[in-house]
T-cell receptor, first 110, second 117 residues
Framework: GQNIDQPTEMTATEGAIVQINCTYQ??????LFWYQQHAGEAPTFLSYNVLDGLEEKGRFSSFLSRSKGYSYLLLKELQMKDSASYLCAVRDGNDYKLSFGAGTTVTVRA | DGGITQSPKYLFRKEGQNVTLSCEQN?????MYWYRQDPGQGLRLIYY???????QKGDIAEGYSVSREKKESFPLTVTSAQKNPTAFYLC????????????????FGPGTRLTVT
């Protein structure tokens, strides 16, 4: 199984940058996913990392360090619509199941 | 448009009644999943199915049952044995279960919020 930790809440100003950290302890690792979830809606896929390093996709970037059991999601040029919960999920290398963190609620203020 | 549908969006039941939540996908995905989401907690896996006519228990299967008679459908029954059924239920699917890479991301339906009183 996995033990996944991420901060509960973060607040930032429109146009700024926010970094959401995720740490995990795993018995096997087969990739890390970030999802965005607006209140009352379905999670939507943002990014995937399986090798160490940075993956950039527009305003969103995700970083992984497997040796440290650490990832972060970087949101740049924040917009009001980025206010949402961001879920870190780790895929187990043994049974392929996803384990989710509790989510980080990001509030973007004008 | 391809996607996953769940109905209804809101469901109310009396304690002691069984209730079935529907999940349909037209993505031609082999694998399907059921999660529940509670405030302050991560999504927890209830059941999953790697292929039609097959399913396995997840981390919190007690009080739930599923079937997978068709590739596109994976209904979840919340039985009266589930001690705390009020939650937000999410269905998901992926191309495959044990495949590698980002293409095996899980796609989620809009969810059903179940309230049992």
């Amino acid at each position: 199984g996995q033990n996944i930790d991420q901060p509960t809440e973060m607040t930032a100003t429109e146009g700024a940058i926010v970094q959401i950290n995720c740490t995990y302890q795993t018995s096997g690792f087969n990739g890390l996913f970030w999802y965005q979830q607006h209140a009352g809606e379905a999670p939507t896929f943002l990014s995937y990392n399986v090798l160490d390093g940075l993956e950039e996709k527009g305003r969103f970037s995700s970083f992984l360090s497997r040796s440290k059991g650490y990832s972060y999601l970087l949101l740049k040029e924040l917009q009001m619509k980025d206010s949402a919960s961001y879920l870190c999920a780790v895929r187990d290398g043994n049974d392929y199941k996803l384990s989710f963190g509790a989510g980080t609620t990001v509030t973007v203020r004008a | 448009d391809g996607g996953i549908t769940q109905s209804p969006k809101y469901l109310f039941r009396k304690e002691g009644q069984n209730v079935t939540l529907s999940c349909e996908q037209n993505l031609n995905h082999d694998a399907m999943y059921w999660y529940r989401q509670d405030p302050g907690q991560g999504l927890r896996l209830i059941y999953y199915s790697q292929i039609v006519n097959d399913f396995q228990k997840g981390d919190i299967a007690e009080g739930y049952s599923v079937s997978r008679e068709k590739k596109e459908s994976f209904p979840l029954t919340v039985t009266s044995a589930q001690k705390n059924p009020t939650a937000f239920y999410l269905c998901a699917s992926s191309i495959d279960f044990a495949g590698e890479g980002p293409f095996y991301e899980q796609y989620f339906g809009p969810g059903t919020r179940l309230t049992v009183t």
